[in-house]
Every structure is written in C-alpha cells, then in structure tokens.
C-alpha cells in the first residue's frame, strides 16, 4: 500500500472519528416529561478537582452547594434523592450534565453527597424523583 493511500485513509478515519456523538444520553427532557419523573440506580458524587469549573449550564461547579448532574432532566429541575441503604434524603437542583460513567444515574456535589451519607462509599443505589 502506498504512502500516499495510507496517509488518505488515516485522514478519513480521523475525520469521521471527529464527526462521532459522544453523548450517551439523549436530549434533554421538556418541562411536561419531568412531571412524575422517577428512577433508581447509582449515583456518585464530583471529585475535588472540579471545583470552580463551568457546568454545562454555565455556572461554576461548587462543592458546597446541593447540586448534581442528570442527563436529560432541565437545567433547574429540583429532585429528591434518596440513598436507598439508609434512607437519607437530599433535595438537588440539576445545573450539569453527566455521569459520564456508564451505569450511572446521577452526580452529586460534594455537600449533597455528605448529606445523604455517601462519600464514604464513593456510589450509592439512590431513588430519584423530580420535584418540579
């Protein structure tokens, strides 16, 4: 094979690997879906290293506050999440988006994590459930 067809076929790969949704989840939910939403699965929490860095709805991520990450759910929605091996609850509002990690329902903030007794495990099974 040619240098010429080779250095061709790396473009085109790169080019379309370029082109590929990254996205593991779809569209952002309307107003009407969230009504009622519910789910159960695990949730974990943001490390130290993000502190002070833009959410995907523009505002600084800070630990202190009761924050998380779902991917469909509107910016603002406030859910309930329940830490289902102790029964600690937690009211959040969705300012991000994520987890990026397969399996995963939901991000937590630091402080929101602690409040329902999950930073020592690092993930939980949680019940969430929309407010609004």
Same mark, same amino acid.
């Given at each position: 094979m040619s240098?010429s067809?080779r250095i061709a ?10 082109? /590929?949704n990254? #996205?593991? %989840?779809?569209s952002p939910m309307?107003? =009407? @879906?969230?009504?009622g939403?519910?789910d159960?699965?695990?949730a974990?929490?943001y ?5 002070g860095?833009r959410t /995907?709805?523009? #505002?600084? %991520?800070?630990?202190s506050?009761?924050? =998380? @990450?779902?991917?469909?759910?509107p910016?603002?929605?406030?859910v ?6 102790n029964?600690k609850?937690?009211?959040?509002r969705?300012?991000d988006?994520?987890?990026?990690v397969?399996g ?6 630091r402080n929101?994590?602690s ?5 020592s495990d ?6 969430i459930?929309?407010?609004d």
């Amino acid at each position: 094979m040619s240098w010429s067809l080779r250095i061709a076929l790396l473009s085109l790969t790169i080019l379309f690997a370029g082109c /590929a949704n990254r #996205e593991p %989840y779809s569209s952002p939910m309307s107003p =009407a @879906a969230v009504h009622g939403y519910q789910d159960s699965g695990l949730a974990s929490y943001y490390a130290k290293r993000h502190a002070g860095r833009r959410t /995907a709805s523009g #505002e600084r %991520y800070n630990p202190s506050e009761m924050t =998380a @990450a779902h991917r469909t759910l509107p910016f603002g929605t406030r859910v309930e999440v329940t830490n289902l091996s102790n029964g600690k609850r937690a009211v959040v509002r969705i300012n991000d988006r994520g987890p990026h990690v397969r399996g995963r329902i939901i991000d937590l903030s630091r402080n929101a994590a602690s409040s329902i007794g999950l930073i020592s495990d690092g993930v939980a099974k949680v019940q969430i459930r929309a407010l609004d």
